[in-house]
């Protein structure tokens, strides 16, 4: 233990040494750099999916959850939308050196503020490798040096990756030290680490809520937190049915295990009646599990009966009754729960006592609803007829992300490039003094 901590320490020490060179480092070589770790994550494909079998083979072993298995997994199809990624973010404008908000004042100072790197970077994450890549690349760009910690069950994944990531930086002229692996197990060490200020400016946890409430609780540092979504879709009394669907359906099936996937629906009760059949029927072909309260449950049962898996006469195994537990939780899989209200405030007050600040959506065609949705709703993104499996950073224009931060200091929602950024005040002056 003790050589795995002066082995963090040193590498620490490593990474606040390349931080300076890498702050000042030209947009052409860290572009150059990007570009060569997506070329590499190509060519050593079959390097990084034989260790990425070791770990879902073991995990698999383990008896870990099918949703933690999908994070875990990698494929040729997944490396190359995370080579693609990198490229993303290699064609987005250097944020680094941005002057902005420049203004001259009565006195004829000029002033403004001109972007920064925030120094080094500490990312302790779980299950999916993809992670140290996304994280490594941002980072990269936006003159960062990152500290990669990830979780035991990755192990072999995150270490070829990392390795990867390195040889491809530095190959293209990026400094050494700049993106580092922490590869001992050992947990101790996240707590030694938690408590490295001196070298580390800002923490970032991806994982579970146990991870990162851990982190929050016990950083020496700034930390920035999320990514435990409780996401909910609201179907308003004026929603188009058909987009309320097709909405619905993407939000929780398109990719159940993350954390942007629907949680809650929510369905206005003039519409209930009509709406909830047609979801129901949809979801079932995905093997969807329907968390229904009273309302739904008595709709369902008076309308239709489903197919397999929803077994028997009436309804079965596939719509099932809501319980408490229900309302505010994460299911990561094909599991919803579904609540009739009987209006927007009913919606909005559910959304405000049960959601997590991460994604929230409304279907309708009634403009005031969606404005005071808009308006009222304190997530990170907020939706007016679209699915909420659109918070990423990719998604948004932005490339890759760090994360998706459910705080509001000093970044919120998908972090990219310039969340990853400060800023300082410059001056320009022509001898003023002050009186």
């Not at 060519?43 to 079998?53: G, H, P, R």
């Not at 987009?243 to 990719?255: C, H, L, P, S």
Request: aromatic share 6%.
């Amino acid at each position: 233990m003790e050589l795995a901590i002066k082995e963090l320490e040193e590498k620490g020490k490593a990474a606040k040494a390349a931080a300076k060179k890498l702050a000042f480092l030209s947009t052409e070589i860290k572009n150059k750099a990007l570009l060569t770790i997506a070329e590499a994550l190509i060519a050593k494909q079959d390097e990084i999916l034989a260790a990425n079998k070791i770990d879902y083979e073991e995990a698999k072993t383990s008896g870990m959850s099918e949703a933690m298995l999908d994070r875990l997994m990698l494929s040729p199809s997944r490396l190359e939308g995370m080579a693609q990624d990198v490229r993303t973010v290699a064609a987005l404008p250097d944020p680094v050196g941005e002057v902005f908000d420049m203004r001259t004042l009565p006195n004829g100072l000029v002033v403004g503020k001109k972007r920064v790197p925030l120094g080094v970077i500490g990312a302790i994450y779980e299950s999916r490798p993809n992670v140290t890549i996304d994280i490594a690349s941002l980072c990269l760009k936006s003159g960062n040096v990152v500290i990669l910690r990830g979780g035991k069950e990755a192990i072999n994944s995150n270490t070829i990756l990392s390795l990867v990531a390195q040889e491809a930086a530095h190959q293209a002229g990026v400094p050494h030290g700049a993106i580092q692996s922490i590869e001992s197990t050992e947990r101790a060490l996240v707590g030694h680490m938690l408590k490295m200020k001196e070298v580390i400016d800002l923490m970032i946890p991806r994982g579970g809520a146990e991870l990162i409430k851990f982190v929050s609780e016990n950083a020496a540092m700034p930390v920035i937190t999320g990514g435990i979504g409780v996401c909910h879709t609201y179907v308003d009394k004026s929603a188009d049915l058909g987009k309320a669907v097709a909405i619905v359906y993407n939000a929780k099936v398109q990719r159940p295990t993350v954390c942007n996937a629907l949680d809650c629906l929510l369905v206005h009760s003039k519409v209930a009646q009509n709406y909830l059949p047609l979801i129901a029927k949809e979801w079932a072909r995905a093997e969807v599990e329907m968390h229904c309260d009273k309302q739904a449950m008595a709709i369902l049962k008076s309308t239709l009966t489903l197919p397999s898996p929803f077994k028997g006469e009436g309804l079965g195994e596939g719509i099932v009754p809501a319980v408490d537990e229900d309302w505010g939780k994460e299911f990561l899989s094909l599991k919803a729960a579904i609540k009739v209200v009987n209006s927007l405030d009913e919606a909005l007050e559910h959304i405000e006592k049960y959601g997590s600040g991460h994604s929230e959506a409304i279907v309708t065609e009634d403009y005031s609803a969606a404005m005071r949705f808009l308006n009222e709703v304190d997530a990170a993104c907020v939706y007016v007829n679209a699915s909420t499996r659109f918070t990423d950073g990719g998604q948004f224009g932005l490339g890759a992300e760090i994360g998706i931060s459910t705080q509001k200091f000093h970044a919120r929602g998908p972090m990219a490039l310039k969340e990853l950024t400060s800023y300082k005040w410059i001056i320009f002056g022509n001898g003023q003094v002050r009186p």
